[in-house]
T-cell receptor, first 111, second 113 residues
Framework: AQTIHQWPVAEIKAVGSPLSLGCTIK??????LYWYWQATGGTLQQLFYSITVGQVESVVQLNLSASRPKDDQFILSTEKLLLSHSGFYLC??????????FGPGTRLTVL | QQKVQQSPESLIVPEGAMTSLNCTFSDSASQYFAWYRQHSGKAPKALMS????GEKEEGRFTIHLNKASLHFSLHIRDSQPSDSALYLC?????????????FGAGTQLIVIP
């Protein structure tokens, strides 16, 4: 059975500090991977998607970047956090490209 | 740019009632339509999806799609307190855009025992 793990579970960071969030998928070979962001009370927005290792497409510009260093790993990062980066970050996977399954998420608070 | 809108924003129903949630979209080329349920502080979970006009039933849940009207809906029969959650609709595009999901802002459902 496939499992999706996100780390950390929660982060409290200062404005201007760097950030790295991770996502690992086990049990599925070569899935499509996605990063989503949901501001508190806001709409779920797709940020990045990746079809294969080393290839990442940006969907929304939020001063964030993403990388896929391994088939089962997806990383979201920034060198300088903004207050507006606070929210719930979700990684998702799909084999078909449409039916997407979400990880447990990382709650980020920027102070 | 795809626009997805949900109504109502919130809904309170008694246990056992029929609940109807609505979603409209702007891109007539959209090919995949889904409902997700999100409990407070948790990740969204896929409930049901549909590709073509018509309806599909799974247990107490029915999804109905009318592409000509740019509208789809979710109906919950015999609503239960455990159904209380934020319901999100999602729409994708065709071809290479199939992995691009656009979500609505959600309908907050509360089912009163």
């Amino acid at each position: 059975a496939q499992t999706i793990h996100q780390w950390p579970v929660a982060e409290i960071k200062a404005v201007g500090s760097p950030l790295s969030l991770g996502c690992t998928i086990k049990g599925k070979s070569s899935p499509n991977l996605y990063w989503y962001w949901q501001a508190t009370g806001g709409t779920l927005q797709q940020l990045f998607y990746s079809i294969t290792v080393g290839q990442v497409e940006s969907v929304v510009q939020l001063n964030l970047s993403a990388s896929r260093p391994k088939d089962d790993q997806f990383i979201l990062s920034t060198e300088k956090l903004l207050l507006s980066h606070s929210g719930f970050y979700l990684c998702a996977w799909s084999l078909s490209g449409v039916e997407q399954y979400f990880g447990p998420g990382t709650r980020l608070t920027v102070l | 740019q795809q626009k997805v809108q949900q109504s109502p924003e919130s809904l309170i129903v008694p246990e056992g009632a029929m609940t109807s949630l609505n979603c409209t979209f702007s891109d007539s080329a959209s090919q995949y339509f889904a409902w997700y349920r999100q409990h407070s502080g948790k990740a969204p979970k896929a409930l049901m999806s549909i590709f073509s006009n018509g309806e599909k039933e799974e247990g107490r849940f029915t999804i109905h799609l009318n592409k000509a009207s740019l509208h789809f809906s979710l109906h919950i029969r015999d609503s239960q307190p455990s159904d209380s959650a934020l319901y999100l609709c999602a729409v994708s595009g065709r071809g290479s855009a199939l992995g691009r999901l656009h979500f609505g802002a959600g309908t907050q459902l509360i089912v009163i025992p």
